[in-house]
């Protein structure tokens, strides 16, 4: 794992304490300004008057006192940062959100983009008094946190199968879980990242489909969401901890949004056709091909809908 620039974060720590910094302080090498959504005129890269950055003592201040909020104007992946930090810290109760991430990670090592200060990019670390084995589903666990959060701010999404969240088939939001045994059981290293107000440039560079809040109306701050999505995760784990993944299995299927269809497994660099019929009390993917049907745990898997093309 890489470092962060130290002169792109330098940079970015101008833009955040001026709304400026001028065009020769900003880095020769590496990304530029308006691959960041910033503004470059008249010798200055400026912050867009519509982007309003995090703001780390309001959020501080609405969270448990025992939690650890750190706040980075530039990583390359706060998952990233966590397993670095843990090191020394140890990583549970901590919080780690950052403004801009350049090589945030999902799943099958896709790269998560954003632009400076529009979209969330955070990673909690919590402990479980328990072993590897005993946490399965615990992403789609994180997913139906999401789906609470969102229904508040009237976002009407869905999950696919094993970390995304859907609007009509558009991505809005993803989940990269990453489990760590610790002397008294397992650090889950919780990774979400949320489109809140993508640029068509950003847009652009993801490979597939993809949506954000504002297009769908709602208009939560970003710190309020970090909040909402901090409280939701917490409540389903506390559950998750006294109960397992068993009162979440129902709830799992009825928001999958490839429930009972035809799709496409992908295993490493092998496809295959089948049909959802939702997921098992160990959080694997039930998929039946020609009448049978077989556990699917994840790992280097995706799922993805079976296109008209395809069914033919």
């Not at 429930?259 to 694997?284: F, K, M, N, P, Y």
């Amino acid at each position: 794992m890489t470092t962060p620039e130290p002169a792109l974060t330098n940079a970015l720590l101008k833009v955040r304490e001026a709304g400026y910094v001028l065009s020769e302080d900003w880095p020769r090498h590496g990304v530029r300004a308006q691959e960041l959504g910033l503004h470059e005129d008249a010798g200055t890269v400026r912050l867009p008057p519509d982007v309003q950055l995090h703001d780390l003592h309001y959020i501080q201040n609405a969270l448990p006192q025992q939690l650890s909020v750190q706040l980075l104007d530039y990583t390359d992946s706060t998952n990233s940062e966590m397993m670095r930090r843990r090191t020394k810290s140890g990583g549970a109760d901590q919080l780690i959100l950052t403004e801009y991430q350049s090589a945030g990670r999902g799943r099958r090592g896709k790269v998560w983009l954003g632009d400076y200060g529009r979209n969330i990019a955070m990673t909690l670390g919590i402990e479980f008094p328990l072993n590897l084995n005993a946490l399965g589903g615990l992403s789609s666990v994180v997913g139906l946190a999401l789906l609470q959060a969102l229904e508040l701010e009237g976002v009407d999404a869905q999950l696919k199968w094993p970390n995304d969240v859907w609007v009509k088939e558009q991505k809005l939001a993803g989940i990269l879980v990453e489990l760590v045994p610790t002397k008294i059981g397992t650090l889950a290293i919780v990774g979400i990242g949320i489109n809140v107000d993508l640029t068509n440039v950003q847009a652009s560079k993801i490979d597939q489909s993809v949506t954000t809040l504002r297009r769908l109306g709602a208009l939560i701050s970003r710190d309020d969401l970090v909040l909402a999505v901090h409280a939701s995760v917490l409540k389903n784990f506390e559950v998750y901890s006294s109960e397992g993944f068993a009162p979440f299995l129902d709830a799992f299927n009825s928001a999958h949004c490839l429930q009972d269809r035809a799709a496409i497994l992908v295993l490493g660099t092998e496809s295959q056709q089948g049909i959802v019929r939702g997921i098992d009390i160990t959080g694997g993917l039930r998929f039946e091909q020609n009448g049978a049907t077989r556990i699917v745990t994840s790992g280097e898997v995706s799922l993805r809908p079976l296109t008209t093309e395809e069914r033919q």
